[in-house]
């Protein structure tokens, strides 16, 4: 499964979808298929311009947008956001009014900020999953309304993965990573420490 693939499988038939930062729509094309109409946004008038060329799907909506701001109330209740920084998602929704029932991310930074700061806008994390795509992984979250409070290694770590094996493989990664930047710096980094305590706890 690549990441579009999953992200189209935490998405329901009857949910409203609008995908902000779209690039090639790839995904509302995918959902066309299942007759699924959407709205595809990006931030690139080149982009749009683009995507409409090679897209003939009166079920997709292609609009220029800067974040939400060219999505207006009661037009989709499921938003999706990735393959942008951690910053950017939150810049997106710092600066909208609405509310989504349903917000499917894939950050490419600071996962544990993105889940610290999503419980402060009342969006809690529901559920995660690992996808390896071209020998990278990605961590998609799936946020509902609500928030929790999360142990220091559910917001470095993630929490409610659905793919338990594919999880153990990124954190076997992840120790692998953090363990030869320890190896190659000549301080103590508390920081890179603290990620190998929680990855060697949860791995027992
Ligand atoms: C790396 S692409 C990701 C494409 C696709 N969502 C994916 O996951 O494969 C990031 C896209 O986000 C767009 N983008 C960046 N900032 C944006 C913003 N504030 N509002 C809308 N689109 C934005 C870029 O123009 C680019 O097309």
Do not use: P, W
């Not at 409203?16 to 709205?39: F, M, P, T």
């Not at 080149?46 to 292609?62: F, P, T, W």
């Not at 799936?142 to 928030?147: A, P």
């Amino acid at each position: 499964m690549n990441r579009i693939e999953a992200i189209y499988s935490f998405i329901n038939l009857q949910d409203k979808v609008v995908d902000v930062g779209c690039d090639q729509a790839k995904l509302s094309l995918l959902l066309s298929k299942r007759n699924q109409s959407s709205i595809a946004c990006d931030i690139s008038i080149n982009v749009i311009n683009r995507a409409k060329e090679n897209i003939n799907s009166q079920l997709i909506d292609l609009r220029v947008s800067n974040g939400l701001s060219n999505v207006k109330k009661g037009e989709a209740n499921t938003l999706v956001l990735s393959g942008m920084g951690t910053y950017t998602i939150l810049d997106i929704l710092n600066n909208t009014n609405l509310r989504f029932n349903k917000i499917i991310t894939i950050s490419n930074n600071y996962h544990d900020t993105l889940r610290k700061k999503m419980n402060e806008l009342n969006y809690k994390v529901s559920e995660e999953l690992i996808i390896k795509e071209n020998n990278k992984y990605y961590n998609l979250i799936l946020f509902t309304e609500g928030n929790k409070s999360y142990s220091e290694d559910e917001l470095l770590l993630g929490t409610n993965h659905k793919d338990k094996e594919m999880y153990i493989e990124y954190l076997k990664y992840l120790l692998e990573k953090y363990n030869k930047i320890k190896e190659s710096s000549k301080n103590k980094n508390e920081k890179i420490d603290k990620m190998i305590n929680l990855i060697n706890k949860k791995l027992k």
